[in-house]
């Protein structure tokens, strides 16, 4: 009996912070992760970098082959993820095909070195949804930011992350942009 309940609370508790459908961790625990590295900042001086990525015409996806398919994409999508990313590393699912990733004692140009290693790794894998005959092409655009400001709040980190990958999407997808590299082009 305790063996039983035990279990059930351990299942309880890990479906309050993972996503169903991928096993990723959610939005939620993401925010209470990210508030603790920013906090860690201030006793450590380290940087903590943050990319959101999204799925390049994932809409099409869905309206052309069904929700199913769409749904293997992200799954597979969050198994290449998790065997590309360095241990320290927390990947969340932030909502519908969007996913971020909290990278500690991570500076910009590090952050977006791991982001095109990444969205490169995308790009070569190999999709086959079980409904399709042939592979489909999967690519991700994705936005990265870095702060060594202990003052910053997740909020602000991940805003920057965002205004990155839709610069990165406004670039004509499958890239990578740094948010300190908007600020120079814009300048």
Same mark, same amino acid.
Not at 44 to 64: C, I, L, Q, R, W
Not at 90 to 110: C, D, S
Not at 155 to 163: G, H, K, M, T, V
């Given at each position: 009996?305790?063996?039983?309940? $035990? #279990?059930?609370?351990?299942?309880?508790? #890990?479906?309050?912070? =993972?996503?169903?459908?991928?096993?990723?961790?959610?939005?939620? &625990?993401?925010?209470?992760?990210?508030?603790?590295? !920013?906090?860690?900042?201030?006793?450590?001086?380290?940087?903590?970098?943050?990319?959101?990525? /999204? +799925?390049?015409?994932? %809409?099409?996806?869905?309206?052309?082959?069904?929700?199913?398919?769409?749904?293997?994409?992200? %799954?597979? !999508?969050?198994?290449?993820?998790?065997?590309?990313?360095?241990? +320290? /590393?927390?990947?969340?699912? &932030?909502?519908?095909?969007?996913?971020?990733?909290?990278?500690?004692? =991570?500076?910009?140009?590090?952050? %977006?070195?791991?982001?095109? $290693?990444?969205?490169?790794?995308?790009?070569?894998?190999?999709?086959?949804? /079980?409904?399709?005959?042939?592979? !489909?092409?999967?690519?991700?655009?994705?936005?990265?930011?870095?702060? #060594?400001?202990?003052?910053?709040?997740?909020?602000?980190?991940?805003?920057?992350? /965002?205004?990155?990958?839709?610069?990165? %999407?406004?670039?004509?997808?499958?890239?990578? +942009?740094?948010?300190?590299?908007?600020?120079? =082009?814009?300048?």
């Amino acid at each position: 009996y305790h063996e039983r309940l $035990r #279990s059930r609370i351990q299942r309880s508790v #890990s479906m309050a912070f =993972t996503d169903a459908l991928t096993g990723l961790y959610n939005r939620r &625990y993401l925010t209470t992760h990210l508030d603790r590295k !920013l906090m860690d900042i201030a006793l450590s001086g380290k940087p903590v970098a943050v990319a959101m990525f /999204d +799925v390049d015409h994932f %809409k099409e996806v869905n309206d052309t082959h069904g929700h199913g398919v769409g749904d293997e994409i992200l %799954k597979g !999508l969050a198994r290449i993820v998790g065997e590309n990313l360095r241990s +320290v /590393d927390l990947v969340a699912r &932030y909502g519908g095909e969007e996913f971020v990733i909290v990278m500690p004692e =991570t500076r910009g140009e590090q952050a %977006k070195e791991i982001a095109e $290693r990444l969205r490169g790794c995308v790009a070569e894998a190999t999709f086959q949804p /079980d409904a399709l005959n042939e592979p !489909l092409p999967v690519t991700i655009s994705i936005g990265a930011a870095a702060t #060594s400001d202990p003052e910053e709040m997740a909020e602000d980190i991940l805003n920057r992350a /965002d205004e990155a990958l839709y610069a990165a %999407k406004n670039q004509g997808r499958n890239t990578v +942009v740094l948010d300190s590299e908007m600020e120079q =082009t814009s300048t």
